[in-house]
Each structure stands twice: as structure tokens, then as C-alpha cells.
């Protein structure tokens, strides 16, 4: 169990534990950033909080399944498309992240997605 756990929090430190919101969205992540937060941002970053807070809602629902059943084969199978689709979306989150604005909302959404996922 301590290897399946340890592998867990690598996993989730490779994935950098990322969260975002989307601006619309009644789910679990609109909860992290606030829409008014999302908005001092300009439009492409806005577009990519939002399309970064959809893949955030379906990994935090991954994680939380894995947490309570690690050996589920289904949920195993879920993880990997979402960490194929945030390896393509580090070099724009990258690049998104040299905005000063943009990183402080960042960092606050992921503190707050590390507390809900715990």
C-alpha cells in the first residue's frame, strides 16, 4: 500500500497537481478560481483556464476514485488519456505561466484543488 501511495503523489507531482475553473461551469472546479479572478486574465488565457478546468474536473474525479480504489482497472484506464492531455498542455501552460496575473490565480487554484483531493 505505502508504494501504491507513493506512486499516486508521484503521479500527481508529474501532473504538477494543475487546476484551473471554467467561467460557466457549475462543477467541482468553479469552486477553485473564482469567475472574477478568471476574468483580470486576457481571453486566450481565459480560454485556456477553461479548457484546462475540464481536464482538471475529470482528473479530480480520477484521483479521488483512486484514492478510495487504487485497483480499479477502469479508472487506470481513464489516467492515462489525461496524462497524455497534460503533457500537450504543458508548453502553453508553460508559456502562460511568465504572466505574472496568470501565475497568482494559478497557484491559488492549485492550493485549493491539493486541499480537495487530499
Known sequence: MPQQQSS???FL???GVSAGATL???SAMASFVNKEEILKLNPEQQEFMMRYGKWMDEF???ARI???DPDNLENQKRMM???EM???LQPELTEHLKDQTFTMIYLASIERLSKEIK
Request: net charge positive.
Open 8 to 10: 499516486r503523489r508521484n
Open 13 to 15: 507531482k508529474f501532473l
Open 24 to 26: 460557466v461551469s457549475t
Open 60 to 62: 479530480t474525479e480520477v
Open 66 to 68: 483512486q484514492q478510495t
Open 81 to 83: 488519456p489525461l496524462s
Open 86 to 88: 497534460a503533457e500537450q
